[in-house]
């Protein structure tokens, strides 16, 4: 396990970081050449937990939750927070050959691999290319793949509308956080943070053309969760199905109240969807450990969640 606490240099000394008070713990992680900043928290087997676009700065509550049953870990991707991000690193593609040195830098075994939005197509990308350290995946409100024709989007289109027409797509009518909150830091950490997706998400917007025909690789049990009132995606149930489909027998789909920022605003139940997932998917036979699509699909187990589908 690869571990350094080497110091960063200067201009990343002076980014904020998202809020790490509560129980979680700072560390620095060698994923290959590249240095990320993670924090951890909770205790038990390990989970890791990829953020989505606004980083780990609206994460506490969901972290916390998992925390009950895991030792989450929850790394910044490249581009957010104080986490390197070399010249080469300009796709999600490129992330995605981070993440595979990161799992192996910092696990010894297997482990779930949750993923938020902009996270869960990460946590994709890399379960299409292995999953030797990966035992379940857990795709949360995921953008990555187009299932519309080339005229019609699939998602809403952040780069033309309001802040109050994004936020009403992200959050629905249930809860969202108060931005007039935020200190001068966390503001900073979010300009950044929507800096980083205009680099990864904006051409061709949100998805990977070719990201749709790999998802049959991914051979670990798979859970594809959706907010009830998700209004960013045009059509979250054909979308979340999509994926499921895409992926074969060992996916399934399930819905949870919220909106797209689903984690943020039913933290618990996203926490015990996936608790549950992760028990019931022990020892399911699915292939799992090795390069991703080398061995056979199984069945997923039942959730006790509303609508799963595929």
């Known amino acids: 396990m690869a571990e350094t606490d080497g110091r960063a240099d200067k201009a990343r000394a002076d980014k904020p970081k998202a809020d790490t008070a509560r129980t979680d713990t700072a560390h620095k992680v060698a994923a290959g050449p590249v240095e990320l900043d ?113 005229e019609t989007r699939d998602f809403v289109d952040v780069y033309a509308s309001t802040t109050e027409q994004v936020a009403a797509a992200t959050y629905g009518d249930g809860a969202r956080p108060d931005l007039r909150a935020l200190a001068a830091d966390e503001f900073f950490y979010l300009a950044e943070a929507q800096e980083a997706m205009a680099r990864y998400g904006f051409r061709p917007y949100l998805h990977d053309p070719a990201l749709v025909h790999r998802l049959h690789r991914i051979d670990v049990p798979t859970l594809v969760l959706w907010g009830a009132d998700d209004r960013f995606v045009r059509e979250p149930d054909t979308y979340a199905a999509a994926w499921a489909t895409a992926i074969g027998s060992n996916a399934e789909v399930a819905s949870l109240p919220g909106g797209h920022r689903l984690e943020e605003q039913s933290p618990a139940a996203v926490a015990d969807a996936v608790t549950a997932f992760v028990a019931g998917t022990a020892g399911s036979g699915v292939a799992g450990g090795g390069t991703a699509g080398s061995g056979a699909a199984g069945g997923a187990a039942d959730m006790s969640v509303t609508a799963a589908a595929r």
């Open 38 to 150: 993670e924090v951890r928290n909770g205790s038990g087997s390990p989970l890791v937990y990829l953020h989505g676009e606004d980083g780990l700065l609206f994460s506490g509550p969901v972290r916390d939750a998992l925390g009950a049953s895991f030792t989450v870990r929850a790394p910044e991707h490249p581009g957010w927070g104080r986490s390197d991000r070399p010249w080469y690193v300009n796709t999600v593609d490129d992330l995605s050959y981070v993440y595979l040195d990161y799992l192996d830098a910092t696990l010894d075994e297997p482990a779930p691999l949750i993923g938020t939005s902009f996270g869960a197509w990460l946590a994709a990308e890399v379960a299409v290319k292995s999953t030797a350290k990966i035992s379940s995946l857990v795709l949360v409100a995921p953008v990555g793949i187009k299932v519309a024709d080339r």
